[in-house]
Structure formats: C-alpha cells, structure tokens
C-alpha cells in the first residue's frame, strides 16, 4: 500500500522550532522528488522545499531560506523539514508530495501526504 504521512505539526511561539517528517512506505525514495508544500487560510498552495533524490537538488522557496532545512533518510525512508527562526507567517497546513524524477511539482505529484498542522502564535 502506497502512503506517505506527514507528522510533526503543532503549536510554538514565535522564533521557535519543530520539525515535520514524512515518511514513504510502499514505494523508495531514489527515483522520487519529495517535496514539502504549505497552504494557509485564504491563500494558494505554496511549494516550500523540495529535495530530489535522483541527482541529490534542494530548493527552498525564498522567505524560508536561512530558516529551514530539508533532509532525507533513505534507510527510514523519510524526508524530513526542520523548520527554525519560525514565524507567524508560517503558519499553515504542511503537506508533504512525491513526484516521480528529479522535481517537485504539485499538478505531477503521485502522492501526497494528509497534511499536518502548523501554528505559529506571535
């Protein structure tokens, strides 16, 4: 059975941290991009980071830079995000995505994550 479940989210103050993780089971990691995408109340989805397994590329989204790092640990078969430096705008639902080959595309994503929740309280 293919899944990913995302998990980590909950309630921190501002300059806080938490890390988020997602873990694959039914499929590896190698040939997958995992992407982690953000949407909060009123606004359009948001791609957040992504890392590519198949040539080892990270992304991160510009207001995140210097703030998150994203990791992968092909032996849990999980991606993590930590997440640092957090601020109320980062406050959303988190999902995590895997699309097959080396980039992190919504609209190409076989499958997604249920989405875990982060607060930020200022």
């Known amino acids: 059975d293919v899944q990913l479940q995302a998990s980590g989210g909950g309630l921190v103050q501002a300059g806080g941290s938490l890390r988020l993780s997602c873990a694959a089971s039914g499929f590896t990691l190698d040939d997958y991009a995992i992407g982690w995408f953000r949407q909060a109340p009123g606004k359009e989805r948001e791609r957040v980071s992504c890392i590519s397994h198949p040539d080892g590329s990270i992304y991160y989204t510009d207001s995140v830079k210097g703030r998150f790092t994203i990791s992968s640990d092909n032996a849990k078969n999980t991606v993590y995000l930590q997440m640092n430096s957090l601020k109320p705008e980062d406050t959303a639902v988190y999902y995590c995505?895997?699309?097959?080959?080396?980039?992190?595309?919504?609209?190409?994503?076989?499958?997604w994550g249920q989405g875990t929740l982060v607060t930020v309280s200022s």
């Open positions: 995505a895997a699309a097959f080959g080396y980039y992190c595309s919504a609209s190409e994503s076989r499958y």
